[in-house]
């Protein structure tokens, strides 16, 4: 496990978000790497020029990085650096983002974390004598540290002593990757389950009822991502993947670190009518088989999981190389299968010598 640590840089020149962009530069206008947001697939928003003019603040700030407005985005990735501001209150945290505006359930969270620091938004080029750059904890569908998770996770839960919980995305936005979760919601309700829609109450009572909870059934999405807020996860999680999707690595990191036992719905035969939406949250909606959910609620299986002991961050320069198992079990399926192409090519290039032989016999045998 890398150990959480930092960078540190005078007279950085910081960018705002500007056409799905932003940057920080040394004084030798530079690009610092440190300060970019990368993922598994690579850097995102670098694509900033240094600026032409800039203000100067001669204050030592700690770069945080891109401020989500999207719960689970900033939960997972606006946070990854805050660890250090914790250790560092009388240092002011330094966001970009789209506005300055800090919501309600960013402030909640950042007094959960115990910060205290002032935070401060760029919102045109400016210089910081000092400015300090965490590592991440987090990449987004690559690693998520112990000791991050240990930094993010201080609600202190009750026992699990109430009903098992779905968190239903009914009531979210309109919209909803399950065509038809009210049916599905009567068939949990029957099954002991009681309903919660997350969006509709404050950070610390949603905490209050995963923490209570023996067992949480929920669609991928950033509601799960609330788990991280607990000090101790008592639940059994069980995971419905989204439609013609992959199993999104997210949840089996934050399952890891936080040591949590947590089962995927199998996605074989899963869905019916499949139907691609354009929503920025939903790409497919289709009607789950709730007689298939309640089938396997009888007998979940839940695992341990280990993906992602192998998965590092390399140094210097915070270079990122993050390994992709799915990707991974797929070249290895690649290469198994051109090698079995290459023994049925060797077969049947066998079989037609044999032929040829046996003709050759054959022909002999009859004159």
């Not at 650096?81 to 002011?92: D, G, I, T, V």
């Not at 002032?118 to 590592?135: A, E, G, N, R, T």
């Not at 997350?198 to 905490?207: A, D, G, T």
């Not at 009888?298 to 192998?310: I, K, Q």
Request: proline content about 5%.
């Amino acid at each position: 496990m890398l150990n959480p640590s930092f960078t540190v840089y005078s007279n950085v020149t910081i960018t705002p978000f500007m056409h799905q962009s932003y940057a920080c530069f040394t004084e030798n206008k530079s690009i610092i790497p440190e300060g970019l947001l990368c993922r598994d697939y690579g850097l995102v928003f670098n694509k900033a020029k240094y600026p032409q003019n800039f203000v100067t603040n001669h204050n030592a700030v700690i770069f945080a990085g891109f401020l989500f407005k999207h719960y689970g985005h900033f939960l997972l990735e606006s946070t990854a650096r805050l660890w250090f501001a914790k250790m560092h209150p009388e240092l002011a945290i330094c966001f970009v983002g789209r506005d300055g505006l800090i919501l309600d359930f960013q402030e909640a969270i950042f007094k959960l974390l115990g910060l205290k620091n002032q935070i401060l938004f760029v919102d045109q080029p400016v210089q910081f004598s000092k400015c300090y750059f965490p590592s991440p904890g987090f990449i987004s569908r690559g690693y998520l540290y112990q000791w991050h998770a240990a930094f993010l996770g201080q609600y202190t839960a009750q026992s699990a002593s109430g009903k098992p919980l779905y968190l239903s995305r009914r009531q979210f936005g309109g919209i909803s990757c399950l065509k038809n979760e009210a049916e599905i919601e009567k068939a949990l309700i029957k099954k002991g389950f009681e309903i919660f829609y997350p969006e509709q109450y404050p950070i610390e009572e949603q905490l209050k009822m995963l923490g209570a909870a023996p067992t949480i059934l929920a669609l991928e999405g950033s509601a799960l991502h609330s788990l991280l807020l607990l000090q101790n996860v008592q639940a059994k999680v069980i995971v419905i993947p989204r439609p013609n999707q992959l199993a999104n690595s997210n949840y089996l990191a934050i399952a890891n670190a936080k040591g949590f036992e947590q089962a995927y719905l199998p996605l074989q035969d899963l869905y019916t009518d499949i139907t691609p939406v354009s929503h920025v949250h939903v790409d497919y909606q289709a009607h789950l088989k709730v007689a298939h959910l309640v089938r396997y609620l009888e007998s979940p299986s839940f695992a341990p999981y280990h993906l992602y002991s192998h998965i590092y961050l390399t140094e210097p320069n915070l270079a990122w190389q993050v390994k992709d198992p799915q990707k991974e079990t797929l070249a290895k399926l690649t290469t198994a299968n051109a090698g079995l192409k290459a023994q049925v090519a060797t077969l049947t290039h066998e079989k037609l010598k044999l032929k040829a032989l046996l003709a050759k016999a054959l022909k002999e045998e009859r004159s």
